[in-house]
């Protein structure tokens, strides 16, 4: 099964908002499971993630501070056994 969550062309304004908020939504996820386990080494891995996912966003937002036209976005996920 495949969902299509975004497709499409955005301004570089929308694109880091958009961005942002997916990430954010990841990692708020991340820190919830934190939160609520005792297992230290899924709270490392989970912590890694987190610091993973701020990084890709400030390069993220980096290359597209420096568009100057739209940025086309897609973005599936995929659901599999």
Same mark, same amino acid.
């Given at each position: 099964?495949?969902?299509?969550?975004? &497709?499409?062309?955005?301004?570089?304004?929308? %694109?880091?908002?958009?961005?942002? #908020?997916?990430?954010?939504?990841?990692?708020?996820?991340?820190? %919830?499971?934190?939160? #609520? %386990?005792?297992?230290?080494?899924?709270?490392?891995?989970?912590?890694?993630?987190?610091?993973?996912? &701020?990084?890709?966003?400030?390069?993220?937002?980096?290359?597209?501070? &420096?568009?100057? %036209?739209?940025?086309?976005?897609?973005?599936?996920?995929?659901?599999?056994?």
């Amino acid at each position: 099964m495949e969902i299509k969550l975004i &497709q499409g062309y955005f301004t570089p304004e929308d %694109s880091i908002d958009i961005l942002t #908020k997916m990430i954010n939504i990841k990692i708020e996820y991340h820190e %919830s499971k934190i939160d #609520k %386990s005792s297992n230290e080494e899924d709270i490392k891995m989970r912590e890694e993630r987190i610091k993973l996912l &701020q990084k890709d966003l400030a390069s993220a937002k980096k290359y597209i501070e &420096q568009q100057d %036209s739209k940025i086309a976005f897609k973005g599936d996920i995929h659901l599999y056994e």
